[in-house]
């Protein structure tokens, strides 16, 4: 069922946003804010708009990318290089509460769209700046991508197989947890602008959540001089944690984190000396004997059939989960019934494109995907005309689209 059928009112319903930043973590932290209602905005380039939409696969020329992170947005054409796009900005901040910009730094100074400039306009604007090494520091001025997050934030150096090159994700992990640590944070600005009446500049980089996410990598080297060294999916500090191969030439994922959860999973796989063996006693004798137990665990695990492992281990209370890839994750039925995966109605695409819902579940207001990432300007006459009031003439003859 679509979710584009009548909603309640949402939690950020009247939070007005203006989107002017490009390629993934600045849109994904706007995009989370729509989804919870906020009107967002989205100021692209005339002719070509944001590269995001030139990023992936598409269908039919249109970038199926961009219509799931710019979901939910307006889009207006503005050319910041130019007066007129200047003055676009300005227009649509007079009455924004939150700005997202994720330009090197200076260059909204250059362009003459700096917070100084923007304040006096809206003394409670709150504006995000979000780039690759933030505004301060010896590589503040470095261009800086998702990618060099992964390796710069320590990431891609612990991930892999030991004497084997460090690995990136398969996906934009650095940019996308820079846009929840963004949205997050647009939600904490936003909260003292409420006792206090005046905007801020939020600025951080985007290796800075990752960072964070990365474990006690800080407190193990400052306390005890430990570097994190490659080492498969086994974790230093729980085990058994791995992906394990079954029968049927699948795989499963499975964590023994807790001391009882361990003693189930043996009791399902029928090892029960695993329990009792000196090695592996406590999480930390695991720890220490991680690459023996989970040599043990294989041999037992390779007996059963994915489906049937799963089975098994839910008789038991045992926890283990399939590594699926994204064809089961579309058939499972637990991600059908929590509505995971949604149906949304897509004039540019000529009918529906099926996205990852939003999440979060609220009892009584909800998010929800109105409508998939817009056509290029689409929202062009509604708001540079009639909400800011550009003349026709002056959008017409610097070659931007009003229908």
């Keep these: 069922m679509s979710q584009q059928a009548e909603m309640p009112a949402q939690p950020l319903a009247g939070v007005k946003v203006v989107d002017i930043a490009n390629f993934l973590a600045g849109p994904m932290a706007s995009m989370f804010l729509a989804d919870f209602g906020a009107d967002v905005t989205k100021v692209e380039r005339p002719g070509t708009g944001d590269e995001l939409r030139f990023w992936g696969n598409n269908k039919d020329g249109v970038g199926l990318m961009y219509k799931l992170v710019n979901r939910n947005k307006r889009s207006v054409t503005g050319d910041l290089r130019t007066p007129l796009g200047v003055d676009i900005v300005k227009g649509l901040v007079k009455d924004a509460d939150i700005i997202v910009e994720n330009y090197r730094k200076g260059t909204l100074e250059r362009w003459g769209l700096g917070y100084d400039v923007l304040s006096k306009i809206n003394p409670g604007l709150i504006m995000i700046r979000l780039t690759g090494f933030g505004q301060t520091g010896p590589n503040s001025h470095r261009p800086g991508f998702g990618t060099l997050a992964e390796g710069y934030a320590g990431y891609a150096y612990i991930t892999g197989y030991p004497a084997r090159p460090p690995l990136l994700p398969g996906f934009g992990l650095a940019d996308d947890t820079a846009g929840l640590m963004g949205a997050f944070l647009a939600m904490v600005a936003l909260r003292e602008k409420a006792q206090s009446g005046k905007g801020q500049v939020v600025d951080f980089a985007i290796y800075e959540p990752l960072f964070t996410l990365l474990g006690p990598q800080v407190v193990d080297y400052d306390q005890l001089g430990l570097i994190q060294e490659r080492n498969g999916s086994q974790l230093p500090f729980t085990a058994p944690r791995n992906t394990y191969h079954t029968r049927d030439d699948k795989w499963v994922s499975i964590s023994g984190s807790a001391q009882s959860t361990f003693e189930r999973m043996c009791d399902a796989l029928d090892v029960p000396d695993l329990v009792s063996d000196a090695r592996f006693v406590d999480n930390r004798l695991r720890i220490q004997n991680a690459s023996a137990l989970d040599e043990a665990l294989q041999a037992a695990i390779h007996r059963f059939d994915r489906d049937d492992l799963i089975a098994l281990f839910d008789k038991f209370d045992a926890a283990a989960a399939p590594c699926n890839n994204i064809a089961e994750i579309f058939a499972d039925e637990h991600v059908k019934a929590r509505e995971n995966i949604v149906p949304i109605e897509d004039d540019e695409l000529g009918g529906p494109i099926r996205m990852q819902n939003v999440v979060g579940k609220f009892s009584r207001t909800p998010g929800g995907i109105r409508h998939a990432g817009p056509k ?28």
């Design 376 to 403: 290029l300007g689409s929202s062009n006459r509604q708001i540079l005309v009639e909400q800011l009031g550009i003349d026709e003439a002056r959008l017409k003859e610097a070659g931007y689209e009003l229908d």
